[in-house]
């Protein structure tokens, strides 16, 4: 029974490493995704961080991506930027697989 007990602990393990990394990408992802979009609607300076920082929040509103992509979407057209929700879906996939090569990197 010890083996048995032993990959049991190992699996439970590695299930709590992957979503503690699934958390951190997905937390790197919102934050350059605020950055992409703070560029967009011409934000500067500390306005940028600010804006990637409610992103991120703006994520802790329900599980999923569709809480980040209304909050992105509504805000592109309160401020008047043309981003179709192809374009942005597309730059949030784009940024996760970012997000996830830089959270792997620091594990190294």
Do not use: C
């Not at 703070?38 to 569709?66: N, Q």
């Not at 209304?70 to 997000?99: C, P």
């Amino acid at each position: 029974m010890t083996s048995f007990d032993d990959r049991e602990k190992a699996y439970e393990k590695k299930f709590a490493h992957d979503a503690e990394l699934k958390f951190k990408a997905s937390a790197r992802r919102n934050k350059l995704l605020g950055v992409w979009a703070a560029e967009k609607m011409g934000l500067t300076g500390d306005e940028v961080e600010k804006y990637a920082k409610s992103v991120v929040l703006a994520d802790l509103e329900e599980p999923g991506d569709e809480d980040v992509f209304r909050k992105i979407s509504g805000d592109f057209g309160d401020a008047g930027v043309d981003q179709s929700e192809h374009q942005i879906r597309r730059t949030m996939d784009e940024l996760m697989d970012k997000a996830v090569g830089q959270v792997e990197g620091e594990r190294d």
